[in-house]
Every structure is written in C-alpha cells, then in structure tokens.
C-alpha cells in the first residue's frame, strides 16, 4: 500500500518525544522535558506554530534563523510543487543543471562584484568546510584563526574553530593550527597575522553565541591586517546572511570585502537543506585547478533541484516582500522598546543587536529578593536564571525563544523577518510580564528555578544543564 502520510500523522501524533527517546536523542528529549519544552505541534504558518487545539506559539528562535521568511511560505511551496509536477531531471551529476546555475546567479546579484564563483552544498558547517579547504588551497597555508566564542557548526574542520570549548570535549583530536583571538584584540591578531602561515580569518559578523559585535571598527582594521599579511576573510553569514540583521549581509555594517561568503539556513526558506561558498573566482579556481581535480571537493546532494527552486523562491520572496529593509526598521523598534523595559527592570544589563538578531542581557539586579533568587541560581550553573525566564516566556506567554549560549546570562531572539507590531508588542509585553513576576521572591517562576537546580545537581556532569543552541 503506497504511503498515506495524512492518516499516519493523524494516527500517531503526540508519539513524537517517545519515539524520540526510544530511537533518537534520548538525552535532548530529557532536557527537553526539563524545561518544559516537550510540546507537540501540529501546524505552522508564517511566525507561528500551532498546538493540537490550535493554540498558536509565537515563533521568536525560527529554527535558528531558517524561517527568515516564516514558516511555510506559499511562494517556496509553489516552486516545489512546480519541480515535483515537472519530472525534472535531477542530480545527474555529469551535466550541468539550469536550476544551479540559475540560483548562483541569483545569489551573486545580491553579493558584491568582486564574488563571482559559487560552490552549493548542504548545510552550514559543510559550507564552512568547504571555505577552510577552499582557503588553504587558495593560499597553501594551514593555520586557521577564529574568534573567542565563535560558533562555525559541528563537523570536524568547523568544530576545530569553534570558540567554545564544550562543543570540543571528547572529539578530539581537532585540525591542528588553529588558534583564536579575542574580539576587538587588534594587537592578537597582527601577532598571529604577522607569522604569514594563516589562510584564513573566520569570523560572524554578529556572533551566534551571544550576539556580540565590535562597536568599533575592529573588523574593518583585521580586513587590512589579513590582506597586508595574506590571510584570506571567511565571513560566515550562515546565521547573519540573507537580511537577519537588517542588511543583507552582516558584513556590510561595516562595508567589508570578504574574500569567502558562507551562506545556508534561511537560503531555502527552511524546506529543503541547502548552502554555499562564494567566492572570488581566482580562489575558487585554486581548488580545482587540474581536470583531474573537477570534482575534488564536491557533495552529491549539493546542487539538487529542490533546494535549487526553493533557494530561487526564498531570494525573490525576501526581495518581493521587502523582508531586509523590514527587518531593519522593525529591529530598531523591537531595541528601542527592549531598552525601555531596561528603565523598569533592574535585572537587564544590556539589549544589544542588529536588524532581527537581539540579545537581552541580565545582571545581578538592585532589589534584595531578586538578588537572592540570583545568587541561589547562579551558585548551581550560570545560565540557570535566563533558562528560567525562557521557560517562563514558552509556558506562560508561548514564545519561543532560547538562551544564547553556555555559561551566559543572555536570551537570545531569532524572529522571522516578517514579524509586524503584533509580534514586537507580544514579546516586549511577555517579557515585561516575566521580569515582574521575577520580582516575587519566593514565587512560581523562582519555584521553576529551583525545579532546573534540582535537575542540575541530579544529573551527571557530561549532561548540559540546559539546551544551548
Ligand atoms: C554562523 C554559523 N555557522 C555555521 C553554522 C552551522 O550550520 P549547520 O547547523 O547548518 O551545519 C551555524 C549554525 O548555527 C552558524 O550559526
């Protein structure tokens, strides 16, 4: 009997966290539960996900900026049906497909003229993969430089540059020289640039892991310390690309030259895994230099015909929608009204971001019972109290958000570009309400607190306290 998926999704809905346990990530299925984010959803649309009884979440992570467009855009699915109805031939590998050719021009449009070459692939880190090995042959040097906190994906070559040493622990051995420097250390990197054995500088415009970003023109100055010692520039605009920080590219906020561009996530409007690596063509051609080297770096499901169409439709539907300008202007609103909340509420240390990617800092607060509930979260793990106020927000308000990273009192929002007024005020007026239960000390949300200290002193030290994605 061919596949009736309709009726096996209404059959078996609500099985999703134990057939998760029995036969995935038991281990996230057991944080998930923890912090109370073991919800099944039946249906998403746009900035929201939708419950069994159609209760609606708002969707303020969007799968860690896939959705930059929202979830399930009629235009992409259009493009997807379309290269369903068509019976194109797809991945024949020894051809040239019109579709990437086509999306490689489209992408190169929305790039500066100096890139000109484009190699698709599969995900981020692939994508990072592929600009390391793209940069060391390009300038026959080895060492790789990162930045401290630098998240560049989980495969082998990006977790090598990876500036967070929890994602390391127990794969080793890494890519040997590779070295990082703290963001802003100017004089770090000329000593390390100065050596001339480095390909590349890799860096995220505006970190994943807690939304930093110079403030000052570091990046313009490490761009001029790479090219007079030869170091190649990876910006990985895996997160930050295709408008999430209200320009296109991260890297135009401070009108860089990059010399590799990374680019996957919202590339096909979150349907179908897809990224690239572009280029100057005289580096690109560094790589496959010989005939017997046209396929020496290359992924089979790289160019198919469905990321292909989706990335076209995602590309005109960011355009068509004016989803980077809109993400500018709504992004200034959304700081603007996280900072007044900072007048209110002792507890926010800093609202920091660009276009839609905006971290809310904490900080020990002034009033004596919410120092206590402080001091009693932070005494167990340090990013207790901000999983605390990212439960409350999923719980009471249903918003999802997540906390930015290890060890930091940061929460994090990702919300889909096509976020209006009505998503801004519910999320300032959820926040504000969390911050002022916070004030309740002892109360419900410390008594949440106090049920993740319990989980944290139970569970055995390789687990982590919480999901930091
Ligand atoms: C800047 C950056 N680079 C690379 C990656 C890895 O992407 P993927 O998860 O698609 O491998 C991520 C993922 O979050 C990222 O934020």
């Given at each position: ?42 249906r ?26 929202g ?29 990437s ?20 692939c ?37 977790l090598?540059v ?11 051995p ?92 919202s ?108 001091k ?26 997540q ?67």
């Amino acid at each position: 009997m061919p596949l009736d998926l309709k009726s096996l999704i209404q059959l078996r809905l609500g099985e999703n966290y134990a057939l998760h346990e029995q036969h995935l990530n038991s281990t996230l299925v057991r944080v998930q539960r923890i912090i109370g984010y073991d919800e099944v959803y039946a249906r998403a649309e746009g900035a929201y996900l939708y419950d069994r009884q159609g209760r609606d979440y708002l969707d303020f992570l969007s799968g860690y900026s896939v959705f930059n467009i929202g979830r399930n855009h009629p235009a992409v699915q259009r493009a997807i049906r379309e290269v369903l109805e068509l019976d194109l031939p797809n991945m024949v590998q020894m051809d040239c497909s019109l579709l990437s050719g086509l999306l490689a021009e489209a992408l190169l449009k929305r790039l500066p003229p100096h890139l000109d070459a484009v190699f698709f692939c599969n995900s981020g880190a692939e994508s990072v993969e592929g600009a390391i090995k793209f940069a060391r042959a390009a300038t026959g040097r080895s060492g790789l430089l990162s930045i401290d906190k630098a998240f560049h994906g989980l495969s082998h070559g990006a977790l090598s540059v990876m500036g967070d040493a929890h994602f390391q622990e127990g794969f080793g051995p890494l890519l040997a020289d590779c070295s990082r420097v703290a963001l802003g250390d100017l004089a770090a990197l000329e000593e390390k640039l100065a050596r001339r054995d480095i390909a590349a500088l890799l860096l995220e415009p505006v970190q994943g892991k807690g939304v930093n970003f110079p403030r000052d023109d570091f990046y313009v100055e490490a761009q001029r310390l790479c090219r007079a010692h030869g170091t190649l520039l990876i910006c990985d605009e895996v997160q930050t690309g295709l408008g999430r920080t209200g320009r296109w590219w991260g890297f135009e906020h401070w009108n860089l030259e990059p010399d590799i561009v990374t680019v996957a996530k919202s590339l096909s409007g979150g349907y179908v895994p897809v990224a690239a690596v572009v280029t100057r063509r005289a580096i690109y051609q560094r790589t496959f230099n010989r005939l017997d080297r046209c396929v020496v770096h290359s992924s089979t499901f790289g160019r198919n015909n469905l990321a292909m169409a989706a990335g076209l439709a995602t590309l005109s539907v960011l355009e068509e929608e004016q989803l980077v300008e809109r993400a500018r202007d709504n992004g200034i609103e959304l700081l603007r009204r996280l900072n007044a909340l900072k007048e209110w509420h002792s507890l926010i240390k800093e609202v920091r971001g660009l276009g839609m990617m905006i971290a809310i800092e904490f900080h020990e607060p002034r009033e004596l019972a919410l120092r206590m509930g402080w001091k009693l979260l932070h005494g167990v793990e340090p990013e207790l109290f901000a999983q605390m106020l990212v439960t409350s927000l999923f719980k009471r308000h249903r918003i999802l958000t997540q906390i930015a990273g290890h060890g930091m009192d940061v929460i994090k929002i990702l919300p889909p570009l096509i976020s209006g007024e009505r998503e801004i005020d519910r999320f300032v007026s959820a926040l504000d309400a969390v911050l002022t239960d916070c004030r309740s000390f002892p109360g419900p949300i410390w008594d949440l607190g106090a049920s993740f200290i319990r989980h944290a002193i139970k569970r055995p030290k390789s687990e982590p306290a919480v999901a930091a994605g």
